[in-house]
């Protein structure tokens, strides 16, 4: 069974760059078939998905985000990174790995504050 497990800071101040990265075990992200997402949930909100990338590499964006959005890949060290640029408090939220066959990870606090 694929494991995810988020990592990343829990603060973040305004304006700079919110980085998380996303550890695979159990499963290599470049398996044919897969996809690996990032997903959201800020307070008292519903789920928002972000974005993805596939196991050939190939990257896709939620409309609402791409221009503050990359998501990269490391294969050597199995996991998948996200950047979301000039954060400001509402970017505050519950972020999420998971993989496109319903893995999740437990998921992140990361705050955006001053």
């Known amino acids: 069974q694929v494991q995810l497990q988020e990592s990343g800071p829990g603060l973040v101040k305004p304006s700079q760059i919110l980085s998380l990265t996303c550890t695979v075990s159990?499963?290599?992200?470049?398996?044919?078939?897969?996809?690996w997402r990032w997903i959201r949930q800020p307070p008292g909100k519903g789920l928002e998905w972000m974005g993805a990338i596939g196991y050939s590499g190939s990257t896709t964006y939620s409309p609402s985000l791409k221009s503050r959005t990359s998501i990269s890949r490391d294969t050597s060290k199995n996991q998948f990174t996200l950047q979301l640029s000039s954060v400001t408090p509402e970017d505050t939220a519950v972020y999420y790995c998971?993989?496109?066959?319903?893995?999740w990870g437990q998921g992140t606090q990361v705050t955006v504050s001053s």
């Open positions: 998971a993989s496109n066959i319903g893995d």
């Open positions: 159990g499963g290599s992200i470049t398996t044919n078939g897969y996809y």
